[in-house]
């Protein structure tokens, strides 16, 4: 049924290319004479009424003017046209779908039309990085679908490496008002011969799938679809009540990832991160659930979750012999916003017997630039004063003022991984970080850089003065039954650096 409607609608944009084109054009008031010569007025009166109703049939009315490119088909209509050309054919096709990782983010920070500007050049990067017969074409904002053209030859490692060049291509920095922007992406893929129904329905639902896994991992996660992928995330609304549940059957926990000394290499410390592991869909991605739960008003229960879990950990590092100095915990407006979280802080800090230094507490910085809540000022500071460590966190993204980094009592900058990418081969970026680490220096902050993702971004961070670092390149965020294996782990580097010289090997 699906190949009768292809061929239909190929047959009807072949007859509106014919009867639309200049020599159909040209021809006409012969065809016109001709019709009145041979029968008459009763010819030329059924061809001036039947003439536009065959055009106003094949929708010629509403055409594009001339030398204009034709309207292009839908993602399903470009799917379902290359599954049938190939199973027509013998040839394979192809869906990749490519996103911008933390889209939203990204879009707060560049403007409406900064972030408009970077969507057209990622069309066009893609455009330039496939052939002229792939279908490319915008899913959604940050989001974008790729439907390949049958070819011969296409397998898992080709679809791979293609999937590989489409996202460096993506990944190469975007120059907005004069400043580079680094970007990553991340991509979920599923070839034709994996469906088990070949609709674009399935190719598409099945490559959204390979996308969810692989923002899982993000960023700059590849994906390839697989038979065992368990289903998509349900409905936002089924997810609410999913997700108050998980809180309390223990889904929702944090995992951990480690924060170093760039001068000593040691621990400094362990950020606490929401993640939720499904029992049927495994690891949602904090993209997908973290809005739901600011919907539904769950935010301030999830603080509470991560951060008895949080504090438990560090007692259990405690008891193992393990030197962490402290673990970082994010805080929500809805969290800042009670009038008693010192109170609580603090009976949780006496509950596990930890003094307020062993506690990190992370606030967005858009959250203290775009603050006039005096309730937000009064527990920072108080959570200050108890002894906290407060660090604010995508530092460089919400323009917060010198003043108010002063009235909220912050104690560490976090610069925001946008600053961070390929820092140690963008002398733009090492001018961004070494402005942000003077300043911070004249007003006796400390500074995390996060995001790290190489050993290059490492080294040029530690040698324009960067205190502490975290990332991929360090270490992934890991669950905390895993946390002790990797502390032996690293310990065990420390105590046996690599030795460079003549005695090595």
């Known amino acids: 049924m699906t190949g009768m409607i292809w061929r239909l609608t190929a047959l009807r944009n072949l007859a509106r290319t014919v009867l639309s084109g200049p020599p159909a054009l040209a021809f006409m008031p012969a065809a016109i004479l001709a019709a009145f010569w041979l029968g008459g007025e009763g010819w030329l009166v059924s061809l001036a009424l039947g003439l536009p109703v065959l055009f106003s049939l094949l929708g010629l009315f509403g055409g594009t003017a001339q030398g204009t490119t034709p309207p292009q088909p839908s993602v399903p209509e470009a799917a379902e046209r290359a599954l049938h050309v190939a199973s027509r054919t013998g040839r394979r096709t192809a869906c990749l779908l490519v996103e911008i990782d933390e889209y939203d983010l990204q879009r707060d920070r560049l403007g409406s039309a900064g972030a408009a500007n970077v969507l057209a ?6 455009q330039s990085a496939t052939r002229d017969g792939d279908h490319v074409a915008p899913l959604q904002p940050g989001r974008f679908a790729i439907i390949l053209a049958p070819m011969r030859h296409l397998d898992l490692e080709v679809a791979i490496q293609m999937a590989g060049r489409l996202q460096a291509r993506m990944e190469e920095p975007v120059s907005i008002d004069a400043q580079a922007v680094y970007l990553s992406c991340s991509v979920g893929f599923v070839l034709d011969t994996q469906l088990r129904a070949c609709t674009a329905e399935e190719m598409l639902a099945a490559a959204n799938r390979a996308l969810e896994v692989a923002r899982a991992h993000a960023p700059s996660a590849i994906r390839g679809y697989s038979q065992d992928m368990a289903q998509g995330p349900d409905t936002p609304d089924i997810l609410a009540d999913e997700l108050a549940q998980a809180l309390e059957n223990g889904q929702i926990a944090p995992w951990f990832q480690p924060q170093i000394c760039t001068d000593t290499g040691r621990v400094s410390g362990f950020e606490a991160l929401a993640r939720w592991h499904h029992p049927d869909r495994g690891l949602i991605p904090p993209a997908d659930f973290l809005p739901v739960l600011e919907r539904s008003g769950q935010l301030a229960r999830l603080g509470e979750v991560i951060l008895y879990h949080a504090l438990a ?64 000022a009064r527990n920072i500071n108080g959570l200050a004063q108890l002894g906290c460590s407060i660090d604010l966190d995508d530092f460089g993204t919400g323009h917060a003022s010198i003043s108010s980094i002063r009235r909220f009592s ?78 032996r782990a690293h310990g065990a580097k420390l105590a046996d650096p690599p030795r460079i010289g003549r005695g090595a090997g």
């Open 121 to 126: 050049r990622m069309r066009e990067r893609l």
């Open 313 to 376: 950990a560090l007692r259990d590092w405690d008891e193992q012999g393990f030197d962490v100095p402290l673990v970082a915990v994010n805080f929500s407006g809805d969290e800042l916003r009670n009038p008693k979280l010192v109170e609580k802080i603090r009976w949780e800090l006496d509950r596990f017997d930890l003094c307020a230094g062993r506690l990190g507490v992370e606030v967005l910085e858009t959250v203290v630039a775009a603050s006039p809540d005096d309730v937000i």
């Open 410 to 487: 912050v104690t560490r900058l976090k610069i925001d991984r946008s600053f961070v990418t390929r820092v140690d081969r963008d002398p733009e970026q090492q001018r961004m970080v070494a402005a942000i680490l003077t300043m911070a220096e004249r007003l006796g902050l400390d500074v995390l850089a996060e995001g790290v993702e190489s050993a290059g971004e490492h080294t040029m961070l530690a040698q324009l003065g960067c205190g502490h670092v975290q990332g991929f390149g360090i270490a992934r965020p890991m669950p905390r039954d895993q946390t002790a294996d990797w502390l």
